[in-house]
């Protein structure tokens, strides 16, 4: 019963042995954890496909393990200088969102490790970057179309790098400035481009202006003559009311409508400091020269 029990010991520490040896990718025993995916090379050539996450076999001495991260992976790439559609430049950074998503594929893409295969990611990307960006105005890329931007970026990076076992989840563009240079250059052009707006603007507001004007003078001048028109039918029927009214008055005592008359044109035309140059008999005198007797007003001028 003892040499059970020890030939048992003896087996879990074998076993054991054997799974601390394969943490280390030493032994028979292959152990691969969650966030990596492995491949077996058996004289230099894949075996099969990436092992999952458990515990697979190998042959010590044979069999070679190669590694690969299974977890979303950060890429940054260096600010560049790219042209938009209308020729305005711009300093661009990008990052990489990625994960291998077929080992097998990858090793056989990049033999030589990650270092070439981040170096091909970022070219691949850089170019989508600038393909897109160059299809664009500067507005659209700064504003107006940038998550659009992005998302074809992304869309036309991981079409280009499947083919290498890699997937890209999504690519995102960090800054977007004017270099220093042209900066200057840029916000003139904009500041001339909002005066050439708002010059247009005051024009179109003048002819409005001048034009609302003449439609009010036009209406001023009609609403005026029409009213002269009128003023001049109701001073026309004024008028001959008052002659109806003289000349009722003339009809019912002549002589005094003739002394009346006369009176008035005397308050009309003399007055104080008034000099008149006029022969004694003259017909104006009339009414004095009779002493103001009723009479003798049949003769004077009944128009004065």
Known sequence: MS??????LLVAAVLAGLLKLGEFGIGPVVITRENEQKIILELGKPRGGATSAGITLRWPLIDEVKVFDRRWLHLS???????????ERLVVDNYVIWHIA????????????????ERQIDQKVKAKVREVIGQRKLMQVLRDSRQEI?????????????????QVLDVRIN???????????VFARMRAERNRLARKSRAEGD?????????????????????RSKADV?????????????AAAYGQDAEFYGFVRSLEAYRKTIGKGTTMVLRPDHPFFRLFQQGGALPALSAAPSGH
Request: aromatic share 6%; charged share 35%.
């Open 3 to 8: 040499r059970l029990f020890i030939g048992l």
């Open 77 to 87: 790439s260096a600010p560049k200088d790219i042209q938009t559609l209308d020729r």
């Open 102 to 117: 077929d080992p097998l594929l990858f090793f056989k893409s990049y033999p030589t490790g990650m270092k070439e295969a």
């Open 150 to 166: 992005m998302d074809e970026i992304t869309a036309k990076s991981d079409s280009e790098l499947q083919r290498f076992g890699i």
């Open 175 to 185: 800054r977007t400035e004017l270099p220093t240079n042209t900066e200057e250059n």
């Open 207 to 227: 002819e409005e202006a001048r034009s609302l004007r003449a439609d009010a003078d036009r209406e001023a001048r009609v609403i005026v003559a029409e009213a």
């Open 234 to 246: 109701e001073r026309g029927k004024g008028d001959a009311k008052a002659a109806g009214i003289y």
